[in-house]
């Protein structure tokens, strides 16, 4: 804590790249009888420490006039959620975190608290897969095992028995909010069995096709757009996931059909808190309100991943939820090892394709529902971790049934003419826009929707195994 004030009095100090990053940042530039407080969140990256969210800065401010001696903390000075606070309130909720797992033991486990004089406190039973996660309110220190319930073996447990940590390197309970797997996950690669791959891909791109075409509404000119995270959720984001980077678990696909080629590549999911996402998909809100208008108020409707994709993931062309998936973001949280750029594909209102580079900290605002998008081109080399963020018209699961808003620009159809400069760069007569593939694709059907994926699959080599570019294959008594 910095009192401008008096520049020498430190509560609390600091040193080094840690000293230049606060005293540089506008968090402490208040005037000269001012003091601020701000909470740093273990793992945030040291460029980026500065960029805290409002509720993990306070303020205090001297009030005293010649009668009365008055100090006031003040949370989130500057922003929509400035409000007077006591520094105590505001520790104590900056100490409250959540704790999730997920089960892949076999068997069933019960969770318990383990309090300071080392009492098991039961605290939820722990089943086995993805819909059985389980998330826990707690605070920082909380220590927690879990035990199968038969033989009564530990199968997780975030403290020393011997108590026997030096309080840095091996700090004992919660330490941020935090998600663990328990037990393998294992691999789905190879797993589809003899089931015909091909055939249910052509039906999926079909049905998608058809799905599409079933939402009468639109909100923006294209249906999509590229923007950028406030520095401050992103820090916060890319924090939560550098502290648990090592604890994804296997996306559960089998059975949930073939957008994703989890027969050919895992994928993977991080399980998130749910206050925190939440905060994140309502401070996200009012951007996605801003880009369609500003005029339709929309309410949370999902919010899922953190996905990371692997070395030869691809994702089928596709549509969202239309009672939940209005519209969208897609959140790049990291990447790395990746040999070539993986663009995400979209189809405007026109269904012509656009390819839209991101980088970590970018967003893609889309209207998913509507607007077909795909990876379709495997991921070459390393990993790349999504998050992804829906909303909706304020009670209304059925806007997709209706016409367009008064509020709402009209969707752009017509670009003109269209053909590619010496640089393979798309000029059209009409309007161009940045993003337009220099492939100068466009779809008509369920149809294209497969030739296309068909063409990728016999031109990539991260797909030997499902098509044989050496033989043709039949599907509905068409041959290619």
């Given at each position: ?83 007077p606070i006591s520094l105590y ?108 791959v091909v055939r249910n891909i ?279």
């Amino acid at each position: 804590i910095h009192n401008n004030a008096n520049p020498h009095f430190l509560i609390a100090s600091v040193s080094g790249i840690l000293e230049e990053s606060l005293l540089n940042s506008r968090l402490l530039v208040l005037g000269n009888n001012a003091c601020s407080a701000m909470m740093l969140e273990r793992g945030a990256h040291k460029d980026k420490i500065m960029f805290a969210l409002p509720e993990q800065t306070v303020n205090m401010v001297d009030e005293s006039d010649g009668a009365n001696n008055q100090i006031k903390w003040y949370l989130g000075v500057g922003t929509d959620v400035m409000k007077p606070i006591s520094l105590y309130d505001w520790i104590s909720d900056a100490s409250k975190v959540e704790i999730g797992w997920v089960s892949y033991m076999a068997g069933k486990g019960d969770i318990y608290y383990v309090d300071e004089n080392n009492i098991r406190r039961f605290s939820g039973e722990f089943l086995y897969g993805e819909k059985n996660t389980v998330w826990l309110g707690s605070y920082l220190g909380h220590r927690f095992e879990i035990v199968d319930r038969n033989t009564r073996e530990v199968w997780w447990r975030n403290f020393r028995p011997d108590g026997d940590y030096d309080g840095v390197h091996n700090a004992e309970g919660v330490q941020y909010n935090c998600f663990f797997v328990v037990g393998d996950s294992g691999s789905g690669v190879g797993r589809q069995g003899t089931t015909d791959v091909v055939r249910n891909i052509e039906r999926t791109l079909n049905a998608e096709w058809d799905r599409s075409r079933a939402v009468t509404r639109t909100f923006t000119e294209f249906g999509f757009d590229k923007g950028k995270l406030p520095l401050d959720i992103y820090t916060s984001m890319d924090t939560y996931y550098y502290n648990n980077r090592e604890h994804f678990a296997r996306e559960e696909w089998e059975t949930r059909g073939y957008h994703v080629n989890w027969y050919q590549a895992d994928v993977y999911m991080l399980g998130m808190p749910w206050g925190l996402k939440k905060y994140w998909q309502e401070r996200l809100r009012k951007l996605v309100e801003t880009w369609i208008g500003g005029q339709i108020p929309l309410e949370l409707s999902d919010i899922y991943g953190m996905r990371r994709y692997e070395d030869g993931a691809s994702l089928l062309p596709h549509v969202d939820r239309e009672a939940t998936h209005a519209v969208s973001l897609i959140i790049n949280i990291a990447q790395f090892g990746v040999e070539e750029p993986w663009p995400v594909e979209i189809y405007d209102h026109g269904d012509r394709l656009h390819e839209i580079i991101m980088e970590p900290g970018d967003i893609v605002y889309y209207e998913s529902a509507r607007c077909i998008h795909a990876r379709a081109n495997p991921l070459q080399g390393g990993k790349y971790i999504n998050l992804f963020s829906h909303y909706r018209p304020i009670g209304d699961p059925k806007w997709y049934k209706k016409t367009n808003s008064p509020s709402s620009v009209d969707p752009i159809i017509d670009i003109g003419e269209c053909t590619l400069d010496n640089n393979n760069k798309p000029t059209c007569t009409k309007i161009t826009p940045e993003t337009l593939s220099p492939s100068l694709e466009s779809i008509h059907s369920g149809r294209d929707l497969f030739n296309r994926w068909h063409k990728v699959m016999h031109n990539h080599p991260k797909t030997i195994g499902i098509v044989d570019p050496t033989k043709k294959i039949k599907s509905f008594g068409n041959e290619f």
